[in-house]
């Protein structure tokens, strides 16, 4: 990927830290305030993350998307907050808004990434190629607000596949280069369509592009351990090693140290 004017390259699987600017996300302690977001930052790249995501828009099964400037007016203080103290760091925006995008990498952004694969803002596609940055594609069947009412699939491995071929050309055509893939855990899926995807996740190396799972804490792992999200953490871990064994290369997570641990033992077992 480039970043920063330079290519950003690693021969293990990365991590992406989550931050939440919003007061609504689904796992409590991944929500950040204003004066905590530095501290939080630093700490998540000390455990050994190598991107920090932010997000202003919640996209919790019912959630309403705010308006653009309240997007703007949470995520802009964060990222010149965490620019100035902390110059190095890659910051991904997690939004599906491309005049949000923009301003957020002229404000020292690294990359987008975009639930909604550029089917939201149908002008995505062109101002991630003029930016020139990393983007992050992710499939979702309906939107946050309708997509957990009726999953339903004949394939849902070939669906996802079928979904991603069809975004790739439309983003290449604009000239985006740095794209990764984003099967969208949680997004318009049952549980049972979210193992078959992690079953199957190393079909999506047929684009040889890097994959990147967002299974952190989600619901189907409480409700198949019996727990709840703060009781999900142990089963978080143990989809993100059998992600690592099917080839992804980025765990988007909450909790950064058991992920760094999880590459650490599968790369030794590798």
């Not at 923009?102 to 596609?125: F, L, P, Q, S, T």
């Amino acid at each position: 990927m480039r970043i920063h004017g330079s290519l950003m390259l690693s021969d293990k699987p990365l991590v992406m830290a989550i931050l939440n600017l919003t007061n609504d996300s689904f796992h409590v302690t991944s929500r950040v305030k204003d004066t905590d977001i530095v501290e939080r930052a630093r700490s998540f790249l000390e455990a050994g993350a190598s991107i920090l995501d932010l997000g202003a828009a919640s996209s919790r099964p019912g959630a309403e998307m705010p308006g653009e400037k309240e997007e703007l007016d949470r995520l802009l203080p964060a990222i010149e907050a965490i620019r100035s103290a902390l110059p190095d760091a890659v910051i991904s925006i997690d939004t599906a808004r491309s005049t949000v995008a923009k301003a957020c990498v002229e404000a020292g952004a690294d990359m987008i990434n975009d639930i909604y694969a550029g089917r939201y803002d149908e002008h995505m596609a062109e101002v991630v190629g003029k930016l020139g940055v990393p983007y992050v594609m992710m499939h979702m069947q309906g939107t946050p607000q309708t997509m957990q009412s009726n999953p339903t699939y004949h394939n849902v491995t070939l669906e996802v596949a079928s979904f991603f071929s069809e975004r790739i050309d439309h983003f290449r055509r604009h000239g985006v280069a740095d794209i990764i893939l984003d099967p969208g855990f949680g997004f318009g899926k049952s549980p049972e369509h979210n193992f078959e995807l992690i079953r199957n996740l190393s079909y999506f190396r047929c684009f040889e592009l890097p994959i990147m799972t967002g299974i952190s804490r989600k619901s189907s792992i409480s409700k198949l351990l019996q727990t709840d999200t703060e009781g999900s953490l142990n089963g978080t871990t143990a989809l993100h090693m059998i992600a690592l064994e099917q080839g992804a290369k980025l765990l988007r997570v909450h909790d950064v140290k058991e992920a760094m641990q999880a590459i650490t033992i599968y790369e030794a077992c590798s």
